[in-house]
């Protein structure tokens, strides 16, 4: 089985372009004018590379898409422009002719690995859905992952169409499919059939070409792998009925070791989007409470549901491995969808004996899911008795991996006890379910330990309460979510109105700030609306109580439990309640990070450095440009990546571009320009620079010979944040000032950019005196 995971086309333009893919299953030719029988699979827009250059389409703007073994797939891009180029197969099949080979026709093997083809097939030439010429030939790539040992590739593959040579498009085609007047001189070689299962770089990388792994591994790096077999068990694909999901156990066979999950399969009969989760705890899922702290969501993904008779991969990308050892040898899965499209058979048997096993593991019938959001124990969450359908990916392990244990929080231990608390309000106006809210460190603090929240309630009776955190701000960020964890769940007595309900510190998992982890989003949710807030009518997530600490910002209320919908949040509404934290000590460890360095990078020796502007923001748009300046006793710097400020958390593209000399006024694009960094990551949200990897940047030198550089830090799109700055703020400044120092550089105030792509000769595009928010990561020059 493969997941195609995107695409890469070929446009002769250098503008945005918006791009359509719409698929179906098995062959084009007889859907080619039914467009009932198409799927939308991406959206999007992106900026075209230009002739004999692919343009990808973004992942994130696409659903994966699962193709079994022997099965086909078709597929139709569609730009609403006349800028996609194809080939033309005339040339290719008079040189297959004379060669003696078949000659090409629609439906003709064009390209292949051992592991996937692509077919001669259409040019699109009027509209939608109408005017076919054929054939024509793709030109572009393929970019997938396999799922099987039988496969070519271990992670990424990419099959190319065409290198695109020999193109024509729709704008010169005439209705009889005559030769285009603007195809590449035949003196250009057509691309050659043997192809590589990789794709080739088109420049040299920046970066190691393997991605980091997404989670520590249980061993130092250095031991040989345990790992000795992978395996894939199925179940079944009967169907019979189905809903949102299931929920059952997999038990590790009596002898063996261990083993790591490494991805599900679905089932589902229909050919449409999903959105899936999947859920894991130690022990059995059947019976168990939901949420809790228990269980940990090891995937959430979209794909597009294969269909009928056909198994939908979960993408192993978008799935943390999760162990089963000897220590526990039994897990329960909760896997569930948001819409009631997974299929699961009833079980005739009515008993949770085995539903399939080999030589390894062995899956439990289970129970089915009757809704989205899973409600654990509530009457009528599952439906009883209902077999999983569907497959388990795994790797055995040669010897058993330590103990499993749930992901803890980072704790801070004090050597001092001076401890604290800080209140917000008591004078409620409204209420329902819980609070949204964010904790920040104060500017100076050395750090805390929240050890305990209370709340206000208007009844004297038992509730039930839970306490979620994660890393920045949770303002506008999806709830479930893995970026979420559960810290605390209990159930206590209402001390009733203008009276603070105590959550016990036994019930609840401290957590730190620190200079590390500066901010923190919390969310308080009563399993009733008895849980009291203000409106706020000022409607600004500003600051709503502070002392020497923390500071506590206004947020949202939650008006539905659990709170997993958009509509469950109403904004501007304030915690009422305390926060109860203990204070870390200030430390002489030479590895503790200062408070001005809020990225949370220490530095590696005594000849590296951090330089931090402001992340006050204030304003923003698509980017910024500023320049870097050495200072002149400093014997210079390498510049080895950069932190940027968003209040966003969804995933973002940064490029990074540097010239030597000054950034403003400096014509682009332009020769001079140098892009040193394009990556796609997640934004820290709120109160938080977002860090570019070093593996992803590459290093510039700032020194006698060049001792100012500009960059342009851009994001594609309107999510970077910076602030207003005063023109000459400093005594002997320049126009555009200098914002901050240290003993070997100066980073200046700049100005802000309107747009993606940057053209700086277009007009009403830059911001003037727009001060870049973000750090500055370098390491000092011997001198």
Not at 170 to 176: A, G, I
């Amino acid at each position: 089985t493969l997941v195609l995971k995107t695409l890469d086309i070929h446009t002769d333009s250098l503008d945005e372009v918006d791009v359509e893919v719409y698929m179906v299953v098995g062959s084009y030719s007889p859907h080619s004018y039914d467009a009932a029988a198409w799927s939308l699979i991406c959206k999007t827009r992106v900026r075209g590379e230009g002739y004999f250059a692919r343009t990808r389409l973004p992942e994130e703007d696409f659903a994966k898409v699962a193709i079994p073994g022997g099965e086909t797939r078709g597929f139709y891009i569609s730009l609403r422009s006349p800028s996609l180029r194809y080939s033309e197969v005339e040339a290719v099949g008079a040189r297959r002719r004379l060669q003696g080979e078949e000659e090409l026709k629609v439906g003709s093997v064009w390209s292949e690995t051992r592991d996937i083809s692509v077919h001669v097939g259409a040019g699109l030439a009027l509209s939608e859905w109408s005017g076919l010429y054929e054939p024509r030939v793709l030109n572009g790539a393929l970019v997938y992952a396999c799922i099987g040992e039988q496969c070519e590739v271990e992670d990424d593959g990419v099959i190319i169409s065409t290198s695109a040579n020999n193109t024509s498009s729709l704008p010169s085609e005439e209705p009889t499919g005559g030769q285009a007047s603007n195809s590449i001189p035949p003196s250009i070689p057509l691309p050659p059939t043997a192809l590589p299962s990789r794709l080739p770089s088109r420049s040299p990388s920046i970066s190691p070409s393997r991605s980091p792994t997404r989670r520590p591994t249980a061993y130092p790096t250095s031991k040989p792998s345990h790992r000795r077999d992978t395996g894939m068990l199925a179940t079944t694909r009967e169907g019979g009925s189905g809903a949102f999901g299931n929920v059952f156990d997999v038990k590790i066979v009596d002898g063996i070791p261990g083993v790591e999950i490494t991805s599900f399969d679905i089932y589902t009969d229909r050919v449409v989007h999903l959105e899936v989760e999947v859920w894991s705890l130690a022990g059995s899922a059947l019976g168990a409470q939901f949420p809790d702290p228990r269980w940990e969501m090891v995937c959430k993904t979209k794909v597009m549901g294969v269909g009928a008779d056909n198994f939908t991969p979960l993408p192993p990308d978008d799935f943390v491995p999760v162990q089963i050892s000897s220590q526990v040898p039994v897990r329960g899965f909760l896997v569930v969808a948001t819409s009631p499209d997974i299929r699961y058979t009833p079980d005739s048997a009515k008993d949770y004996g085995v539903l399939s096993s080999d030589d390894y593991i062995l899956v439990r019938k289970g129970d089915g899911v009757s809704s989205y959001p899973y409600r654990g124990t509530v009457p009528g969450a599952t439906t009883a008795h209902r077999q999983y359908n569907g497959r388990v990916h795994y790797t055995v392990m040669a010897v058993p991996p330590p103990p499993a244990q749930l992901p803890s929080l980072p704790m801070i231990t004090s050597p001092v006890d001076l401890k604290g608390s800080l209140e917000t309000l008591r004078d409620a106006n409204s209420g329902a379910y819980g609070c949204l809210f964010d904790v920040a460190l104060t500017d100076g603090s050395t750090g805390v330990t929240i050890e305990s929240l209370d709340f206000l309630t208007d009844v004297k009776r038992k509730v039930k309460v839970e306490v979620w955190t994660r890393k920045g701000s949770g303002l506008g960020v999806d709830f479930p979510d893995p970026s979420w964890a559960m810290i605390g769940k209990a159930e206590v007595m209402g001390a009733g109105d203008n009276a603070f309900t105590q959550i016990p510190e036994t019930d609840f998992n401290a957590v730190a700030l620190s200079p590390r982890v500066p901010l923190r989003s919390f969310i308080v949710m009563l399993f009733t609306p008895s849980i009291r807030y203000t409106i706020d009518d000022a409607e600004q997530y500003g600051v709503l109580s502070s002392d020497d600490h923390i500071s506590i910002f206004k947020g949202d209320g939650i008006t539905s439990y659990p709170g997993t919908k958009k509509s469950s949040f109403a904004k501007h509404r304030t915690f009422n309640g305390r926060i109860n934290y203990k204070v870390s000590a200030p430390t002489t460890d030479s590895t503790l990070i200062s408070p001005e360095d809020a990225t949370g990078v220490a530095p590696t020796s005594s000849t590296d450095g951090v330089l931090s502007t402001m992340k006050t923001g204030g304003s923003g748009s698509f980017g910024n440009l500023f320049d870097l300046r050495k200072h002149p006793r400093s014997p210079g710097i390498i510049v080895e990546s950069l932190d940027f400020y968003t209040d966003v958390t969804k995933k973002i593209t940064v490029e990074v571009w540097t010239t030597e000399g000054s950034a403003i006024g400096a014509l682009y694009p332009d020769a001079r320009w140098e892009m040193i960094s394009k990556v796609t990551l997640a934004g820290a949200g709120k109160g938080v620079f977002t860090s570019i990897p070093a593996s992803q940047f590459k290093s510039v030198e700032i020194s006698d010979s060049v001792t100012t550089r500009g960059f342009l830090v851009i994001l594609t799109t309107p999510d970077l944040r910076y602030s207003p700055h005063e023109k000459g703020e400093h005594p002997g400044d320049d126009e555009y000032g200098i914002i901050a120092h240290d003993s070997n550089i100066a980073v200046t105030s700049g100005d802000g950019v309107g747009s993606y792509p940057y053209r700086s000769k277009k007009r009403g595009i830059l911001t003037k005196f727009r001060a870049w928010n973000g750090a500055v990561h370098y390491k000092v020059l011997p001198g």
